[in-house]
């Protein structure tokens, strides 16, 4: 016991960054996870061979690989030169087949056991991503090291509970018979979840019969008034992506009367109809009036600052995904919480889980992810190699990237994904021991592009902050965004359409609380901040017209939530695409534009200015 001790804390202290305070002393419960991180991490090259050997030794027989030429061979050099890169348009027919009811080992030498369906709005898709029983257990362990990491940074975790709003989407299935959900679905509704044992620091205000009801009314009501009850109890506050924390504060905000009622009562509302629901919460809701005025008093007011802290007051940190995409939401975040810490643990996706956030507690700006070297076989393809397409010969392993360079991610799965292109791009920004540290940047896709700029995600997000910052002596920001690519006119424009939220939600029923001078220069900071191709175009070749900011009425992007969950999105993975082509998408939002701005001046630029900058 003395030498666990030794090694635990020693392990505490290289897990935290140097400019950390000095470490917690490290609970005997976390020791062995602890130092799973620091094996796993201290030869990724060592560790990434034996699991790439095991992913072909597993999947020897399988169609694909067979095609491939690879004869059972599991060196990494056959590899290498016999397997290409693949899309996922180069593995449906494979995927189609299985779904099907091809019972064959077509991609992988393990059943298939269900389908993983990717959320549809990063590729505009629903894909159907193959996995196996025991891909469940490689997702649980990398769970499982989350609070280990955590608990270096906030002791007394395990005094109190998680408020986290978690989601299930009935499931579908699959002409020959296998079902087709999200990963959390799949997670959610596994014994892993289900019958998993009291952990005193993975305790949830909500009842698993809440969490696994398919009905997002009925699944969020019950989940909210559970965790207002235990208000006291809560000592985090989270949700999968940001977006879903922003939609429980909404639903508070639409239905603290009920809630108030419910509680004043200890009786729950007659709308949560779902018998196994309404029988957990009986479990916990008591008549309590006291607790009832609270929620009153705050809610009534229309002042929503700082309501997470004022209704759950022991809230240390909110435990959401802010990278990325979700970034635009952090100012909101900010000023529902108080400025509460963010914390991003985990990067993940259908395809698999790929690693950890070893500085949990860091400012999002900061968030980089340790990839676990158990989980896949990771490869990366240069940034400067993926601009022009691409091939595997020019594939980069774990331990051999560089500090400082972009990459898209390509990995190789248990489930029999070889060489498949993710679709993420990543920084190399450190390392932990051997193990490469990587920012999530973006996903490939360009978003925008009219002529010969193209935009992405990263860059329109900045160009919103940029432009976001005019609103704030107006007590506004912008709580939704996404765009498209206007070529109905002649030159082409970028349309952002934004729906703003109002210090007070009483402030204005339309969200015109802003005057159209500004909003007008909204459109011209955001110009400034797009890329000097998209400039010059605007500027010298008058082939782009003046940006475009259509502000939509509050609400809109609730209903393009409601649209896309009606189509199949999972409420549990649903995030607002940030560029729209559908024209029945397009058509919702026009129809709740209550104003229309064009920036009223040419953006700078001069010639001989980098095309990057």
């Known amino acids: 016991m003395a030498v666990m001790a030794e090694v635990s804390t020693t392990t505490g202290a290289a897990l935290r960054s140097p400019a950390s305070p000095a470490p917690a002393p490290v609970k005997e419960g976390d020791a062995d996870k602890l130092r ?5 991490t201290s030869d990724v090259d060592a560790v990434q061979e034996r699991v790439l ?7 020897a027989d399988t169609e694909y690989l067979t095609n491939c030429g690879l004869a059972g061979a599991t060196d990494r050099a056959t590899f290498r030169a016999k397997v290409p890169m693949a899309t996922y348009e180069d593995l449906q027919p494979y995927i189609r087949r299985i779904a099907d009811g091809d019972r064959s080992p077509i991609l992988s030498g393990h059943p298939v056991s269900e389908f993983l369906t990717s959320s549809g709005t990063s590729a505009g898709e ?10 469940l257990n490689r997702r649980q362990l990398l769970y499982s090291l989350q609070m280990p990491v955590m608990n270096l940074y906030v002791p007394g975790m395990d005094k109190g509970k998680a408020l986290h709003f978690l989601f299930v989407k009935s499931e579908t299935r699959t002409p020959g018979g296998l079902a087709a959900r999200p ?15 009291f952990d005193a620091y993975n305790n949830y205000t909500s009842p698993t019969a809440a969490i696994l009801c398919a009905d997002a009314f009925q699944s969020m009501y019950a989940q909210m008034v559970c965790g207002l009850v235990q208000r006291h109890d809560v000592l985090r506050v989270g949700a999968v992506f940001a977006s879903g924390l922003l939609r429980a504060i909404r639903f508070l905000q639409l239905n603290w009367e009920q809630l108030a009622a419910d509680v004043e009562t200890g009786a729950l509302t007659p709308r949560v109809t779902d018998p196994s629901v309404r029988e957990a919460v009986a479990g916990i809701l008591r008549p309590d009036p006291e607790l009832a005025a609270v929620i009153r008093a705050e809610c009534s007011s229309g002042d929503w600052a700082g309501i997470i802290t004022r209704i759950w007051p022991s809230t240390k940190y909110l435990d959401v995904i802010v990278t ?3 970034a635009q939401y952090i100012p909101t975040l900010k000023y529902y919480s108080g400025g509460l810490p963010m914390a991003c643990t985990m990067y993940a996706s259908s395809e698999c889980y790929f690693g ?6 860091c400012d999002p700006s900061e968030v980089s992810y340790t990839l676990m070297p158990n989980m896949c076989y990771f490869e990366f393809l240069p940034m400067d190699a993926a601009a022009s397409g691409g091939d595997a010969s020019q594939l980069v392993d774990l331990a051999r990237v560089e500090l400082g360079r972009e990459y898209e991610l390509v990995i190789s799965t248990y489930a029999g994904l070889n060489r498949y292109r993710v679709g993420d791009v990543l920084q190399v920004t450190g390392f ?4 490469p540290q990587f920012r999530f940047v973006r996903r490939k896709n360009v978003l925008l592009s009219i002529e010969s700029d193209k935009t992405d995600e990263a860059e329109l997000q900045r160009a919103v902050e940029r432009a976001s910052a005019l609103l704030r002596p107006h007590g506004a920001t912008v709580v939704e965004y996404t765009s498209q690519a206007y070529t109905k006119s002649i030159p082409g424009h970028y349309v952002i359409y934004w729906e703003l939220l109002l210090a007070k939600i009483s402030a204005s029923a339309d969200g015109e609380a802003v005057d159209r001078e500004t909003l007008d220069q909204c459109c011209l900071q955001m110009e400034e901040a797009l890329n000097s191709v998209y400039r010059q175009s605007r500027v010298a070749d008058g082939s782009i017209g003046p940006l475009e900011i259509r502000v939509v009425r509050p609400g809109t992007f ?9 189509r199949g999105a999972s409420i549990n993975q649903y995030k607002v695409p940030r560029c729209v082509t559908f024209p029945p998408i397009i058509e919702l939002l026009d129809s709740r534009v209550v104003s229309s701005h064009f920036s009223p001046a040419l953006p700078h630029w001069t010639p001989g200015q980098r095309n990057d900058d």
């Not at 990963?183 to 044992?197: A, C, E, G, W």
């Not at 950890?356 to 507690?361: E, G, H, Q, T, V």
């Open 558 to 566: 609730e209903e393009l939530m409601d649209y896309a969950i009606s």
């Open 356 to 361: 950890l956030n070893l500085r949990p507690m």
């Open 183 to 197: 990963v959390l679905t799949s997670y959610y509704k596994s014994n892993h979840f289900k019958n998993r044992p």
């Open 53 to 59: 050997a095991e992913i072909l030794a597993r999947n």
């Open 36 to 40: 799973f991180i620091e094996e796993m």
């Open 126 to 135: 629903r894909k159907l991503m193959p996995t196996i029983e025991d891909e």
């Open 324 to 326: 990325g995409a979700m």
């Open 432 to 435: 932990h021991n051997s193990a």
